[in-house]
């Protein structure tokens, strides 16, 4: 399906969106709030917070759309698009890690990618994902308690990264394996416990030139996403170095080939990414529910869609409807 069409079919899903243009302009949104804070505070009421524990909105699915891909792919951006439509995101806060683990203040020093900060890192985001989503849920049951509408996709977080960031930029010798290891199954346990889904999402572009240049347009002019202090943290992280960047892109290629990625969109640098990850992901939601269903029919659990291989939504933006007949992507 074309990219157009994409947006044609999910505009009215993803109100209040009522105007679209070039660069900044690209997303126009009226005022919507937005969970900025994350917290994990109990109803003030007591009472209030142990009928919601046993209420079903208690046990809500919650979906967590992952965003992965190398720096520079456009997470950043996809996010900003995400949390202005009025989506629940989570920043990567990568940044903000290093000045407090690693650098002490105005340092000049080399910023390095070592294990003990990944750790620290991917264990907040997962901190953070679990957090949020108890938050999700209460608002869910609040709007119940009133009779009021839920809101369009208030149970999806969106991430930007997880630990295989950690695990594809980390300075690993026989750790890695634990590393990946160690959260793997903590996301197991959080999506077996707490009901809430990571579907890990793969922006992949095979032009790593492309990637590159703008990388260093984002850097050099310090003006596009970031400040002159965030521009002068990525180039000590090595983002302007290209062997740098094949690198990284090796090491989420043997993810994808490994079977981690649920859903794989191709990144053109255009305004209809957000459309097509949105359009992956309702297939995959809907295969995932399907799944469930064949499961409690067949009594027989042994293979969490969530956790398996067996399906991957994908999207090109330059395939047409017969080239992405395999993934079958209409509802």
Known sequence: MEGKDIQKELM???????????????????????????????????????????????????????????????????????????????????????SNFILPPDSEKKVDHNCAVEFAWAGQQMINIVNLATNLRREIYKRKCLDLPRKCYDDIIVVDRCYLTGAAYGHFSESFDNFLKVFKNAFAQIEETHNIHPIYTYLKCDDLMKVF????????????????????????????????????????????????????????YDDNTIYKVIKAYKYYRHQ????????????????????????????????????????????
């Open 288 to 331: 995932y529910y399907m799944n469930l269903m064949n499961d409690d029919n067949n009594d027989n659990n042994e293979d969490s869609f969530l956790t398996s291989s067996s399906f991957t939504a994908f999207y090109h933006s330059d395939s047409d409807s017969d080239s992405n007949s395999n993934s079958n992507t209409d509802e």
């Open 12 to 98: 009215q899903e993803i109100d209040p969106l009522i105007a679209r243009g070039k660069g900044e302009e690209a997303l126009r949104f009226k005022p919507e709030p937005i969970l900025s804070v994350i917290t994990n505070a109990p109803f003030e009421d007591k009472r209030v917070e142990q009928e919601f524990l046993k209420s079903p909105q208690a046990k809500q699915d919650i979906f967590v759309l992952i965003l992965e891909g190398v720096h520079g792919i456009g997470k950043t951006t996809l996010l900003k698009q995400f949390k202005y439509a009025g989506f629940n995101v989570i920043n990567e806060h990568f940044l903000n890690t290093f």
């Open 213 to 268: 240049k703008h990388i260093n347009q984002r850097i050099d002019t310090a003006k596009v996403h970031l400040t002159e202090e965030e521009a002068k943290k990525r180039k000590q992280l090595k983002e302007q170095d290209l062997k740098f960047l094949k690198e990284k892109h090796d090491k989420y290629e043997q993810f994808n080939e490994d079977g981690i990625f649920n859903i794989i969109v191709y990144q053109d």
